[in-house]
């Protein structure tokens, strides 16, 4: 076996413990757009050493991603990169076509974010991690093939050989970021460039990448530059961090000192923005302490806090949580559902799929009850069906006091019913018609409705707007002509156009990025209180959750696991998958966050399903 | 995946059984006697004429007529036509030569055409791609017979590159001409279908990976690009065969080409129904057939096509 082949975690000749492995000095980028030049990032300076964890943390557009592929010249040729760029000791920029070419995936290797869609759909995972490492090395298609299998284990996937044969379509998400990672890794690169790894992943399969990232990290002694806008994610794997807003580092520093002592105006509102589960709830239950209240719950015992530690926390924990009353539920439901089951209809030759079964909720007026779960758990299958969206296949629904279990498609009890229930969607982009002013937007259910027209329908519009914090005079623009956190306002104006005693929020904050999520929020919350009505919020993200819900309800593989109120979810929670989904949310503080990481390496042992 | 195909040939049945029932009621509808059209202006006998109506079951009813026609066709006796030739014989000599033509036209368009389509969407708002553009919309635009008769009198007649007209004797070469003409109009469609495909999939997430990993261009382009953007070209290929086969009519006529359109075109002059109705089943089994290949070929292109149950 050649040298090539192994994976020993000393690299022979590798550059010295202080000398950095990339050097990057006064990096712009441009992009010409109509003829001008409009910069994406500005003068960066930053540098990463062997088995380091440079976090670059910004929001959308501040031009964390843009700089970092210009490292590798991977920009569409309408950008301008400038400064300087060092690869161990060689520049970068420059540099010609097949030196640049030379470096792509041997020494510097990039995981990119969607991996269903950065892996080439008509080639097996084998294929394209062979065809990595042939590029660069002269070895027989055999070899390489063996050496493709051992990434694929060393990724940890629980079959190599058949991930070695399947298409990316046959993978699921985690395990076809872990061949990506294993295909970036293939050729032993000196520097990894990791795009937002795992955003695009449930939060359990998140937690399960970045552990597999910091086992790598400590076996390859590569250097890691790890792009992401989730503070969570860097608190856990980050050594360093630097903060970007609107091509700018505005700060820099290692990972305790960002975390505990930020200095810059952004930085200090952006780490205030993040959601941070068990902070949220009402004025009096106060703090929750996820992680003692899972090691209760668990019985685990934790090496990285002080027993009598654990147990004050515990104890504490308990006492909120006997302390905590759940408020007196008055009043007539407004969502029921008892023993429901929902199905997609079957299309031609493909048979109905049952994606709920056994679902029992009730939601009284004036209640939030958020529904939680992974992608595929059902959770949207049940906002969907509540606005009689998908018919029930077993079981009753009752809708304001109707029950529409039986109502027939798109028949008169559903448009009935749908006046008294909003809607708001998950992307505010495809939402809303393009074609139409956000003002007419608004006012359509209410014009359809027949409840109002004419002047009085252009004052509850404008009433509307006011509502969601909007100036009135938006209401003649275009939804291109806004941000994606004004395009959501226009969601909720609408769903509340018609009053609605029940409202339903499929995911409306997830598009969104932490500052504007955190307003958006906000404004949900009070016109909720102001007004009144009843929600049921679905979403993926805990903390989201958390800051809402008065009941939160958690689903797993279409049925509803675990349901009780905030307190007892987050204090007591008793379901393994529950307390599993609960430890694999990130803590955006890396001391807190390595508690909970030990604590979930517990909960993962004691059951591993 | 043996089910599919399976399935997909139990299909042809009740449409070869509703096509042919239809054309041959359309042929059975014409006005004008067939017969004595026959004899143009020299009518012979009545006694004749009955006993030729007889042989050719033409006073028997529609049903019966076309129950007949099936009986002979399962029984593989297509029967003769009015002047006494054998259908079958008429039938192995036009459609060779038709194949040769549609296949000549399927290769000039599908090389073509990818190759052009390939360049201009790697080169988008250049000047290829400009051009290939503009002159693409004028090949769309021209009536086939005009672009025959003026690449015939151009290139056949002026600067005698190829002959004119291909006669009875047909050989790959002599075809080249009117294959040109048959395949310019889908050539245009093919190169503007790879050129909209290649620019979508050169902005793939996947190439942008294929680039990180260290590919060069031409690697990234012959590897990735070219097989996920042919995928929806091999359809469009694949239904232009059957429309090559039957459509090749036009061009028959004006390079005088002895194939499947000429026949067709005289059957139906003569009102012959068992002609019209043997050439047009042909016609079908071949169009389904080519549509069954793309379904495979969509398949074998595309890994996340399966198509079992």
């Given at each position: 076996m050649t040298d090539f082949i192994t994976l020993d975690p000393?690299?022979?000749?590798?550059?010295?413990?202080?000398?950095?492995?990339l050097e990057v000095r006064g990096l712009s980028v441009d992009f010409g757009v109509d003829k001008k030049w409009v910069p994406a990032a500005i003068g960066l300076n930053y540098e990463v050493r062997a088995g380091e964890v440079l976090a670059i943390v910004g929001e959308s557009g501040s031009g964390k991603s843009a700089s970092s592929m210009a490292l590798l010249g991977l920009l569409p040729s309408n950008s301008r990169v400038t400064g300087s760029v060092k690869l161990v000791g060689q520049e970068l920029l420059g540099t010609n076509e097949a030196n640049i070419r030379a470096v792509r995936g041997k020494e510097v290797a990039v995981i990119f974010q969607e991996p269903m869609t950065a892996?080439?759909?008509?080639?097996?995972v084998g294929a394209q991690i062979v065809e990595t490492v042939r590029l660069h090395s002269e070895v027989s298609p055999d070899e390489a093939r063996l050496r493709a299998l051992r990434m694929l284990e060393l990724v940890e996937l629980p079959d190599p050989e058949k991930a070695f044969r399947s298409y990316p379509h046959q993978l699921s998400g985690g395990q076809r970021q872990r061949a990506m990672i294993a295909q970036s890794l293939s050729c032993d690169p000196k520097l990894l460039i990791a795009d937002?790894?795992?955003?695009?992943?449930?939060v359990t399969v998140q937690a399960e990448i970045l552990d597999l990232m910091r086992n790598l990290r400590n076996k390859l002694d590569s250097a890691i530059v790890l792009i992401t806008h989730d503070m969570g994610v860097v608190a856990d794997l980050a050594d360093r961090i630097a903060v970007m807003r609107r091509g700018v580092i505005v700060e820099t520093g290692t990972a305790a000192q960002i975390f505990h002592n930020p200095q810059h105006e952004y930085t200090k509102a952006l780490l205030a923005a993040v959601p941070h589960l068990g902070q949220g709830g009402s004025d009096t239950s106060g703090e929750v302490d996820v992680t003692a209240a899972l090691a209760a719950a668990a019985h685990a015992e934790l090496t990285s806090i002080p027993e009598e530690q654990l147990l004050r926390r515990e104890r504490e924990n308990a006492a909120a949580l006997a302390a905590a009353a759940a408020a007196k539920p008055q009043g007539e439901p407004v969502l029921e559902l008892t023993d429901v089951a929902i199905e997609y209809p079957k299309q031609g030759r493909v048979p109905a799929f049952r994606a709920v079964e056994g679902a029992n909720l009730v939601i009284y007026p004036g209640q939030v009850v958020g529904l939680v779960g992974e992608s595929g758990s059902g959770k949207t299958t049940i906002g969907r069906a509540a606005v009689g969206l998908l018919p029930v296949a077993a079981g009753t629904m009752k809708v304001v006091g109707q029950d529409i279990s039986a109502a027939k498609r798109n028949g008169r009890q559903l448009h009935e019913m749908r006046r008294h229930v909003g809607m708001v969607f998950q992307d505010p982009s495809s939402s809303l018609n393009p074609r139409l002013p956000i003002g007419e937007s608004i006012g359509e259910p209410m014009f359809l409705a027949g409840v109002a027209k004419g002047v009085e329908l252009q004052k509850r519009i404008e009433a509307l707007l006011d509502q969601v914090e909007l100036p009135r005079n938006y209401r003649n623009r275009y939804p291109h002509e806004l941000s994606g956190g004004q395009k959501q306002r226009v969601g909720i104006a609408r769903a509340l156009s018609l009053k609605p005693k029940l409202m339903v929020a499929d995911e409306?904050?997830?598009?969104?990025?932490v500052s504007v999520q955190a307003k958006v929020l906000d404004l949900f919350q009070n016109l909720q209180k102001e007004l009144g009505f009843a929600c049921l919020f679905v979403t993926h993200d805990l903390a989201v959750v958390d800051v809402l819900a008065d009941r939160i309800c958690v689903m797993q593989r279409g049925r509803i696991v675990e349901q009780g109120t905030r307190d007892q979810i987050l204090r007591n929670p008793q379901e393994p998958y529950t307390q599993r989904l609960l430890a694999a949310v990130p803590l955006p503080d890396p001391e807190k966050q390595r508690e909970r990481r030990e604590l979930r390496a517990q909960l993962m042992a004691a059951d591993p399903s | 995946m043996i089910q599919f195909i399976l399935r997909r040939l139990l299909q042809v049945i009740p449409v070869f059984l509703g096509t042919t029932l239809l054309v041959y009621f359309m042929v059975f509808a014409l006005p004008g006697d067939p017969i004595r059209a026959l004899f143009g202006d020299r009518p012979p006998s009545e006694a004749v004429i009955a006993q030729l109506r007889q042989q050719y079951n033409l006073d028997e009813p529609f049903w019966v007529q076309y129950g007949l026609f099936l009986k002979n066709l399962f029984t593989f006796n297509l029967g003769v036509d009015f002047t006494g030739q054998p259908i079958a014989d008429t039938l192995a000599r036009v459609f060779p030569v038709t194949a040769m033509l549609a296949i000549e036209a399927l290769i000039i368009q599908g090389v073509f055409g990818i190759a052009f389509g390939l360049v201009a969407g790697l080169r988008k708002g250049g000047i290829f791609d400009s051009s290939v553009l503009v002159l693409s919309l004028v090949v769309i635009a021209i009536p086939t017979f005009v672009l025959g008769f003026a690449l015939q009198l151009l290139?056949?007649?002026?600067?005698?590159?190829?002959?004119?007209t291909v006669g009875s004797n047909v050989t790959w070469g002599s075809l080249i001409l009117p294959a040109v003409v048959l395949g310019m109009v889908s050539f245009a469609y093919v190169l503007r279908l790879t050129r909209a495909s290649v620019i979508e999939n050169m902005n793939a997430d996947y190439v942008r990976t294929a680039t990180a990993k260290g590919l060069a261009r031409r690697q990234v382009v012959t590897t990735h690009v070219l097989r996920n953007s042919l995928i929806p070209v091999i359809t469009y290929l694949g239904a232009s065969l059957g429309a090559l086969m039957g459509g090749a009519i036009v061009t028959e006529a004006i390079f005088n080409v002895p194939g499947v359109g000429q026949k067709l075109y005289q059957a139906i002059l003569r009102s012959e129904g068992p002609t019209v109705v043997a050439i047009v089943s042909v016609l079908v089994l071949v169009f389904v057939l080519a549509n069954l290949l793309v379904d495979l070929l969509y398949a074998w292109l595309d890994p996340r096509i399966r198509y079992e149950n």
């Amino acid at each position: 076996m050649t040298d090539f082949i192994t994976l020993d975690p000393v690299v022979a000749p590798a550059p010295g413990r202080n000398e950095p492995v990339l050097e990057v000095r006064g990096l712009s980028v441009d992009f010409g757009v109509d003829k001008k030049w409009v910069p994406a990032a500005i003068g960066l300076n930053y540098e990463v050493r062997a088995g380091e964890v440079l976090a670059i943390v910004g929001e959308s557009g501040s031009g964390k991603s843009a700089s970092s592929m210009a490292l590798l010249g991977l920009l569409p040729s309408n950008s301008r990169v400038t400064g300087s760029v060092k690869l161990v000791g060689q520049e970068l920029l420059g540099t010609n076509e097949a030196n640049i070419r030379a470096v792509r995936g041997k020494e510097v290797a990039v995981i990119f974010q969607e991996p269903m869609t950065a892996l080439n759909p008509v080639y097996t995972v084998g294929a394209q991690i062979v065809e990595t490492v042939r590029l660069h090395s002269e070895v027989s298609p055999d070899e390489a093939r063996l050496r493709a299998l051992r990434m694929l284990e060393l990724v940890e996937l629980p079959d190599p050989e058949k991930a070695f044969r399947s298409y990316p379509h046959q993978l699921s998400g985690g395990q076809r970021q872990r061949a990506m990672i294993a295909q970036s890794l293939s050729c032993d690169p000196k520097l990894l460039i990791a795009d937002e790894p795992t955003t695009a992943l449930d939060v359990t399969v998140q937690a399960e990448i970045l552990d597999l990232m910091r086992n790598l990290r400590n076996k390859l002694d590569s250097a890691i530059v790890l792009i992401t806008h989730d503070m969570g994610v860097v608190a856990d794997l980050a050594d360093r961090i630097a903060v970007m807003r609107r091509g700018v580092i505005v700060e820099t520093g290692t990972a305790a000192q960002i975390f505990h002592n930020p200095q810059h105006e952004y930085t200090k509102a952006l780490l205030a923005a993040v959601p941070h589960l068990g902070q949220g709830g009402s004025d009096t239950s106060g703090e929750v302490d996820v992680t003692a209240a899972l090691a209760a719950a668990a019985h685990a015992e934790l090496t990285s806090i002080p027993e009598e530690q654990l147990l004050r926390r515990e104890r504490e924990n308990a006492a909120a949580l006997a302390a905590a009353a759940a408020a007196k539920p008055q009043g007539e439901p407004v969502l029921e559902l008892t023993d429901v089951a929902i199905e997609y209809p079957k299309q031609g030759r493909v048979p109905a799929f049952r994606a709920v079964e056994g679902a029992n909720l009730v939601i009284y007026p004036g209640q939030v009850v958020g529904l939680v779960g992974e992608s595929g758990s059902g959770k949207t299958t049940i906002g969907r069906a509540a606005v009689g969206l998908l018919p029930v296949a077993a079981g009753t629904m009752k809708v304001v006091g109707q029950d529409i279990s039986a109502a027939k498609r798109n028949g008169r009890q559903l448009h009935e019913m749908r006046r008294h229930v909003g809607m708001v969607f998950q992307d505010p982009s495809s939402s809303l018609n393009p074609r139409l002013p956000i003002g007419e937007s608004i006012g359509e259910p209410m014009f359809l409705a027949g409840v109002a027209k004419g002047v009085e329908l252009q004052k509850r519009i404008e009433a509307l707007l006011d509502q969601v914090e909007l100036p009135r005079n938006y209401r003649n623009r275009y939804p291109h002509e806004l941000s994606g956190g004004q395009k959501q306002r226009v969601g909720i104006a609408r769903a509340l156009s018609l009053k609605p005693k029940l409202m339903v929020a499929d995911e409306p904050t997830s598009a969104l990025d932490v500052s504007v999520q955190a307003k958006v929020l906000d404004l949900f919350q009070n016109l909720q209180k102001e007004l009144g009505f009843a929600c049921l919020f679905v979403t993926h993200d805990l903390a989201v959750v958390d800051v809402l819900a008065d009941r939160i309800c958690v689903m797993q593989r279409g049925r509803i696991v675990e349901q009780g109120t905030r307190d007892q979810i987050l204090r007591n929670p008793q379901e393994p998958y529950t307390q599993r989904l609960l430890a694999a949310v990130p803590l955006p503080d890396p001391e807190k966050q390595r508690e909970r990481r030990e604590l979930r390496a517990q909960l993962m042992a004691a059951d591993p399903s | 995946m043996i089910q599919f195909i399976l399935r997909r040939l139990l299909q042809v049945i009740p449409v070869f059984l509703g096509t042919t029932l239809l054309v041959y009621f359309m042929v059975f509808a014409l006005p004008g006697d067939p017969i004595r059209a026959l004899f143009g202006d020299r009518p012979p006998s009545e006694a004749v004429i009955a006993q030729l109506r007889q042989q050719y079951n033409l006073d028997e009813p529609f049903w019966v007529q076309y129950g007949l026609f099936l009986k002979n066709l399962f029984t593989f006796n297509l029967g003769v036509d009015f002047t006494g030739q054998p259908i079958a014989d008429t039938l192995a000599r036009v459609f060779p030569v038709t194949a040769m033509l549609a296949i000549e036209a399927l290769i000039i368009q599908g090389v073509f055409g990818i190759a052009f389509g390939l360049v201009a969407g790697l080169r988008k708002g250049g000047i290829f791609d400009s051009s290939v553009l503009v002159l693409s919309l004028v090949v769309i635009a021209i009536p086939t017979f005009v672009l025959g008769f003026a690449l015939q009198l151009l290139i056949g007649v002026q600067l005698g590159w190829a002959k004119p007209t291909v006669g009875s004797n047909v050989t790959w070469g002599s075809l080249i001409l009117p294959a040109v003409v048959l395949g310019m109009v889908s050539f245009a469609y093919v190169l503007r279908l790879t050129r909209a495909s290649v620019i979508e999939n050169m902005n793939a997430d996947y190439v942008r990976t294929a680039t990180a990993k260290g590919l060069a261009r031409r690697q990234v382009v012959t590897t990735h690009v070219l097989r996920n953007s042919l995928i929806p070209v091999i359809t469009y290929l694949g239904a232009s065969l059957g429309a090559l086969m039957g459509g090749a009519i036009v061009t028959e006529a004006i390079f005088n080409v002895p194939g499947v359109g000429q026949k067709l075109y005289q059957a139906i002059l003569r009102s012959e129904g068992p002609t019209v109705v043997a050439i047009v089943s042909v016609l079908v089994l071949v169009f389904v057939l080519a549509n069954l290949l793309v379904d495979l070929l969509y398949a074998w292109l595309d890994p996340r096509i399966r198509y079992e149950n």
